[in-house]
């Protein structure tokens, strides 16, 4: 079956090859009027302005809020996992996102950059890129997820390493009323949302939001590993809530955003024992909490003589919480182990915009960041002692370039430098170029050039425990990336795409064991080579009839090695379809999954994966009343994902199927 998508997908752009000719015809043929009628979306991440996919200088992918309602996205991990050439992992604690062969297990994202309207998401403590019930936005709350594949540090700077994912949320004025919303699933699964909006008559825009989310998760897990222990069942161990909150307030140019969410999950893994210290299984306070919250005041304002200004201020929170029951043997008594790690920040951006003799638009900035608290602490609570007590801060200072010059009617250059000073490591500077090209209307060709970097968190430079080591030695891993991309619109409803890129990654930073002494510790380890290519053929009809169908293809080895790197597949096939099967009041969707087999830090595999997702969704039926019905893994295939050194386990087994039921009221 999973073949079977990869064949569909393939199929699907030959079909597209074939017929080029003719819909290339048909579509030079076209009136203006109908010309103006084909749709082509927009993004603001690519060049921190809104323009055409077709000008932005990366490949882009763009999820609607539209995709999400129809097919039933819960999270922002689900909204990834449609789009082409990423992956999420699960650990049965966090979700990992994956992309282009990229996602080192024991990581928490840090090679991607989440902005929330361009606002940073990714905390200095671990660069955590949140795609779960911790992520800090409800995905109702969603205009639409813009995906900007490669480096991105030349505008960014920090974490932009393989992409930026840039979130578009939506506005008072979207509303205009209030919406409830709530949910039913699987695992004793309810959610719970209450959504304010509304755009008054003196210009204020205004939304208010809060969400409430609780789940009793799988109650009875198995685990091979522990089987001597409660017959290796983690008895009601996978549990979990959260709560979070959002808010927006704009007049005229001036906005006022903020958002905060608290998540607490128990764990049923037992992960992180070693041979000196063994985490004890079905222990229901082995557990982890992380809140994280911002402020983000931002003005914007078009000048005339095409000047533009845009300049922001901002403050953001983060704090994590874990406890972990633990005995060095069997000889001891059950000792808590506490991890405590908590950052604020304040930052500030100005950036001016200015376009000369029509064909140069120039933007220039700076930004300027304080983390001024980066504490952690991990003690063990009974009997007490302390092995980290950290009080650290950093300081960053970035300033960039970007120049869209129009050298001709259909050739454009994008060119863009960024210099960033840390107070951690010194300093980095990161270009970004692409040639794009237009030789007809309906196609575009796309090389890229771009250089990126993540700089080492606070975690990877000053975490010490039971179980962990330091390493003074750490630099700033960084990538040089090369990509070719073609991008074609067939006709009114069919457009298809192509890429082929290749990145050339140094320094990456690797959590080890040390066999000498039983202790963690994070290193500057390896170099990594990937290749491969994507393709994606598209259709949308104004009937709401729309369908995509993609395939990836990675090669990822340590360079040093030769070796294939853990949780790397090589090939990805996805598809969505969504059907109106009565006007526009009711609509059937469909989404296939499917990865090749993927090797796990033990050097065993975990195999194929393809997943199979159904939805009911219905809207204006009842008035101002939406329901949808899902069915998540509709064929309940079996499958487990691979996790990093510091469980006991090699892979953890995923959900089978699950089922939700979710209304919508608006009044």
Same mark, same amino acid.
């Given at each position: 079956?999973?073949?079977?998508?990869?064949?569909?997908?393939?199929?699907?752009?030959?079909?597209?090859?074939?017929?080029?000719?003719?819909?290339?015809?048909?579509?030079?043929?076209?009136?203006?009027?109908?010309?103006?009628?084909?749709?082509?979306?927009?993004?603001?991440?690519?060049?921190?302005?809104?323009?055409?996919?077709?000008?932005?200088?990366?490949?882009?992918?763009?999820?609607?809020?539209?995709?999400?309602?129809?097919?039933?996205?819960?999270? #922002?991990?689900?909204?990834?996992?449609?789009?082409?050439?990423?992956?999420?992992?699960?650990?049965?604690?966090?979700?990992?996102?994956?992309?282009?062969?990229?996602?080192?297990?024991?990581?928490?994202?840090?090679?991607?950059?989440?902005?929330?309207?361009?606002?940073?998401?990714?905390? +200095?403590?671990?660069?955590?890129?949140?795609?779960?019930?911790?992520?800090?936005?409800?995905?109702?709350?969603?205009?639409?997820?813009?995906?900007?594949?490669?480096?991105?540090? *030349?505008?960014?700077?920090?974490?932009?390493?393989?992409?930026?994912?840039?979130?578009?949320?939506?506005?008072?004025?979207?509303?205009?009323?209030?919406?409830?919303?709530?949910?039913?699933?699987?695992?004793?699964?309810?959610?719970?949302?209450?959504?304010?909006?509304?755009?008054?008559?003196?210009?204020?825009?205004?939304?208010?939001?809060?969400?409430?989310?609780?789940?009793?998760?799988?109650?009875?897990?198995?685990?091979?590993?522990? *089987?001597?222990?409660?017959?290796?069942?983690?008895?009601?161990?996978?549990?979990?809530?959260?709560?979070?909150?959002?808010?927006?307030?704009?007049?005229?140019?001036?906005?006022?955003?903020?958002?905060?969410?608290?998540?607490?999950?128990?764990?049923?893994?037992?992960?992180?024992?070693?041979?000196?210290?063994?985490?004890?299984?079905?222990?229901?306070?082995?557990?982890?909490?992380?809140?994280?919250?911002?402020?983000?005041?931002?003005?914007?304002?078009?000048?005339?003589?095409?000047?533009?200004?845009?300049?922001?201020?901002?403050?953001?929170?983060?704090?994590?919480?874990?406890?972990?029951?633990?005995?060095?043997?069997?000889?001891? +008594?059950?000792?808590?182990?506490?991890?405590?790690?908590?950052?604020?920040?304040?930052?500030?951006?100005?950036?001016?915009?200015?376009?000369?003799?029509?064909?140069?638009?120039?933007?220039?900035?700076?930004?300027?960041?304080?983390?001024?608290?980066?504490?952690?602490?991990?003690?063990?609570?009974?009997?007490?002692?302390?092995?980290?007590?950290?009080?650290?801060?950093?300081?960053?200072?970035?300033?960039?370039?970007?120049?869209?010059?129009?050298?001709?009617?259909?050739?454009?250059?994008?060119?863009?430098?960024?210099?960033?000073?840390?107070?951690?490591?010194?300093?980095?500077?990161? +270009?970004?170029?692409?040639?794009?090209?237009?030789?007809?209307?309906?196609?575009?060709?796309?090389?890229?050039?771009?250089?990126?970097?993540?700089?080492?968190?606070?975690?990877?430079?000053?975490?010490?425990?039971?179980?962990?080591? #330091?390493? +003074?030695?750490?630099?700033?891993?960084?990538?040089?990336?090369?990509?070719?991309?073609?991008?074609?619109?067939?006709?009114?409803?069919?457009?298809?795409?192509?890429?082929?890129?290749?990145?050339?990654?140094?320094?990456?930073?690797?959590?080890?064991?040390?066999?000498?002494?039983?202790?963690?510790?994070?290193?500057?380890?390896?170099?990594?080579?990937?290749?491969?290519?994507?393709?994606?053929?598209?259709?949308?009809?104004? *009937?709401?009839?729309?369908?995509?169908?993609?395939?990836?293809?990675?090669?990822?080895?340590?360079?040093?090695?030769?070796?294939?790197?853990?949780?790397?597949?090589?090939?990805?096939?996805?598809?969505?379809?969504?059907?109106?099967?009565?006007?526009?009041?009711?609509?059937?969707?469909?989404?296939?999954?499917?990865?090749?087999?993927?090797?796990?830090?033990?050097?065993?595999?975990?195999?194929?994966?393809?997943?199979?997702?159904?939805?009911?969704?219905?809207?204006?039926?009842?008035?101002?009343?939406?329901?949808?019905?899902?069915?998540?893994?509709?064929?309940?295939?079996?499958?487990?994902?691979?996790?990093?050194?510091?469980?006991?386990?090699?892979?953890?087994?995923?959900?089978?199927?699950?089922?939700?039921?979710?209304?919508?009221?608006?009044?």
């Amino acid at each position: 079956m999973g073949l079977a998508i990869l064949a569909l997908a393939l199929f699907s752009l030959t079909t597209w090859a074939d017929d080029n000719t003719n819909n290339l015809a048909a579509l030079k043929a076209l009136s203006l009027e109908d010309l103006a009628a084909v749709q082509v979306d927009t993004v603001v991440g690519a060049s921190k302005h809104e323009q055409k996919v077709t000008e932005a200088p990366s490949a882009v992918s763009i999820v609607t809020a539209d995709d999400i309602k129809k097919q039933g996205y819960r999270t #922002l991990g689900d909204v990834l996992r449609s789009v082409r050439g990423f992956y999420v992992t699960y650990d049965r604690g966090y979700n990992a996102i994956g992309t282009r062969g990229m996602n080192i297990p024991g990581d928490f994202g840090g090679r991607l950059l989440i902005t929330v309207d361009g606002h940073r998401m990714n905390d +200095p403590l671990f660069d955590t890129a949140s795609s779960g019930m911790d992520f800090i936005l409800d995905v109702d709350l969603i205009e639409r997820v813009e995906v900007i594949r490669g480096p991105g540090s *030349s505008l960014y700077g920090n974490n932009a390493f393989l992409g930026v994912i840039n979130i578009i949320t939506r506005k008072g004025g979207d509303l205009n009323g209030t919406e409830l919303s709530g949910s039913a699933a699987t695992f004793d699964t309810y959610t719970g949302r209450f959504t304010y909006g509304n755009k008054f008559t003196n210009g204020v825009e205004l939304m208010v939001s809060g969400t409430y989310y609780d789940s009793a998760g799988d109650r009875q897990l198995y685990y091979t590993e522990f *089987s001597s222990i409660n017959h290796g069942i983690a008895q009601d161990m996978d549990g979990g809530h959260a709560g979070n909150g959002f808010a927006s307030i704009s007049w005229k140019g001036l906005s006022l955003e903020g958002g905060y969410v608290n998540r607490q999950k128990t764990w049923p893994t037992a992960a992180y024992s070693t041979a000196t210290a063994i985490t004890i299984f079905n222990d229901p306070s082995f557990s982890t909490t992380d809140k994280r919250g911002y402020l983000n005041l931002q003005f914007q304002h078009a000048f005339e003589d095409e000047w533009e200004l845009l300049a922001s201020v901002s403050y953001d929170y983060y704090q994590y919480g874990g406890v972990y029951p633990y005995y060095l043997d069997t000889r001891y +008594p059950r000792t808590l182990n506490q991890d405590f790690a908590q950052s604020q920040s304040i930052g500030g951006l100005a950036q001016v915009t200015k376009t000369f003799f029509e064909k140069h638009r120039v933007t220039v900035g700076a930004e300027v960041r304080s983390d001024f608290q980066l504490d952690q602490k991990n003690a063990d609570i009974a009997p007490p002692e302390t092995y980290l007590d950290s009080k650290k801060s950093a300081n960053s200072v970035g300033l960039f370039a970007q120049d869209e010059f129009q050298a001709l009617k259909n050739l454009a250059l994008n060119a863009g430098l960024r210099y960033d000073q840390f107070s951690t490591f010194g300093d980095t500077l990161n +270009p970004r170029a692409a040639l794009i090209y237009h030789p007809w209307e309906p196609t575009t060709f796309k090389l890229i050039y771009g250089s990126a970097y993540r700089a080492p968190n606070a975690y990877e430079n000053y975490y010490v425990s039971v179980l962990n080591k #330091l390493n +003074p030695h750490l630099e700033p891993e960084t990538i040089h990336s090369y990509e070719l991309v073609y991008e074609q619109q067939l006709d009114q409803h069919w457009s298809g795409s192509a890429s082929l890129f290749y990145n050339d990654i140094k320094d990456l930073i690797r959590y080890q064991y040390d066999t000498a002494d039983g202790l963690y510790y994070f290193a500057n380890e390896d170099a990594v080579k990937a290749k491969g290519t994507e393709f994606e053929v598209a259709a949308q009809w104004a *009937s709401g009839l729309r369908g995509r169908a993609s395939y990836t293809y990675t090669h990822t080895q340590n360079a040093n090695t030769g070796q294939r790197l853990s949780d790397s597949p090589e090939h990805i096939g996805q598809m969505q379809l969504s059907v109106p099967l009565w006007q526009d009041k009711l609509f059937a969707s469909m989404e296939l999954e499917a990865m090749s087999d993927r090797q796990t830090v033990g050097g065993n595999n975990v195999g194929m994966v393809w997943l199979v997702n159904a939805t009911l969704f219905s809207q204006k039926i009842v008035k101002e009343l939406d329901v949808s019905a899902s069915i998540y893994n509709l064929l309940d295939r079996r499958y487990s994902d691979p996790v990093s050194a510091d469980f006991t386990q090699d892979s953890i087994q995923q959900d089978g199927r699950q089922f939700r039921l979710k209304l919508t009221y608006r009044f």
